[in-house]
């Protein structure tokens, strides 16, 4: 069994979410659409968030400088054949919406209430719905994902706190 980590950004523009539409990938055959992110390199395993604003830059062509408030708010845990997958998920906003092209996928602002028709991994429908119906709560929340006896997916949450321990 072998860990992969990964790190992955929804960057806001007023009512718009920056996405990567791709051709396809590992996960699929298919277009999708994603946010920005991607595997933490060797040196990165301890800082998620520094991967996270290196996928955004050569993604995107946006700096550090250009965004603000990226918080972690998701780490979700999946199992994709023999890897357990852990991604750390940020939200945060840009003012601009001048973006570069990368070869990675094709870049789109899409408006908030669109995002719910397009094609994207089930993890990160169940992410985004949560999101939305808990912008309030600032806890960085823990996703596990599985699938019940009918072979449904269905996702569990908890908040990540750090109980007193005596």
């Not at 301890?46 to 955004?56: F, V």
């Not at 998920?89 to 973006?99: A, P, R, S």
């Not at 996928?105 to 089930?122: V, Y």
Request: proline share 4%; charged share 25%.
């Amino acid at each position: 069994m072998e860990a992969r980590q990964m790190s992955t950004a929804f960057l806001t523009n007023e009512n718009h979410v920056l996405l990567m539409k791709k051709q396809s990938s590992k996960l699929s055959d298919r277009p999708f659409w994603s946010g920005l992110g991607g595997h933490l390199e060797p040196e990165e395993l301890n800082d998620p968030k520094q991967a996270c604003y290196r996928e955004i830059h050569e993604e995107s062509g946006l700096t550090a400088e250009e965004m603000e408030g990226l918080e972690l708010r998701y780490i979700l845990l999946r199992l994709k054949d023999d890897e357990i997958r852990q991604q750390f998920v940020y939200f945060g906003e840009t003012k601009t919406t001048n973006v570069t092209a990368s070869e990675e996928g094709e870049l789109h602002w899409i408006h908030k209430d669109a995002m719910s028709g397009l094609p994207m991994s089930t993890i990160i429908k169940f992410m985004l719905e949560h999101y939305e119906a808990n912008l309030d709560n600032p806890a960085i929340t823990v996703g596990v994902i599985s699938i019940d006896s009918s072979g449904n997916p269905f996702i569990q949450w908890s908040d990540l706190q750090d109980p007193e321990v005596f």
